[in-house]
Nanobody
C-alpha cells in the first residue's frame, strides 16, 4: 500500500484544515487507518484512527471534539478534519495503514506510512 498525504499548511489559531491521505496499490478498504503526528523534538504520537468499515473511531484526548477522522473506501482515501486549531497542533502529520481491519493507538502496528504533511498553526 502506498500512501500520499496532503492538505497541510499554515493556518492561524482557531482555523481549520482538512488533511487527505490517498492510498494505492493494496487492500485499503480492509485495513484500519490512522493519523499520527510528530512535533520537533518530540516523539510521534497517535492522533486518530478509524476501522476498515468506518463504523468505529478513536482519537487522542488532546484532539477530541476538534479533529474528526473519516474515510471513503470508494475513493481509497482517509481524511482528518481539524477544527479549532491550536499552536500546539503544529507538527508533521502522517497517515498510516494498520496491519488489520481494527485500529490500535500503537504506531508499531501500522505497517504502511505516508510521507507526512506539515501543519503549522500560528498564534
Amino acid at each position: 500500500v502506498q500512501l500520499q498525504a496532503s492538505g497541510g499548511g499554515l493556518v492561524q489559531a482557531g482555523g481549520s484544515l482538512r488533511l487527505s491521505c490517498a492510498a494505492s496499490g493494496g487492500t485499503f478498504s480492509s485495513r484500519a487507518m490512522g493519523w499520527f503526528r510528530q512535533a520537533p523534538g518530540k516523539e510521534r504520537e497517535f492522533v486518530a484512527a478509524i476501522s476498515w468499515s468506518g463504523r468505529s473511531l478513536d482519537s487522542a484526548d488532546s484532539v477530541k471534539g476538534r479533529f474528526t477522522i473519516s474515510r471513503d473506501n470508494a475513493k481509497n482515501t482517509v481524511y482528518l478534519q481539524m477544527n479549532s486549531l491550536k499552536p500546539e497542533d503544529t507538527a508533521v502529520y502522517y497517515c498510516a495503514a494498520h496491519r488489520s481491519g481494527y485500529y490500535t493507538q500503537f504506531a508499531s502496528q501500522y505497517n504502511y506510512w505516508g510521507q507526512g504533511t506539515q501543519v503549522t498553526v500560528s498564534s
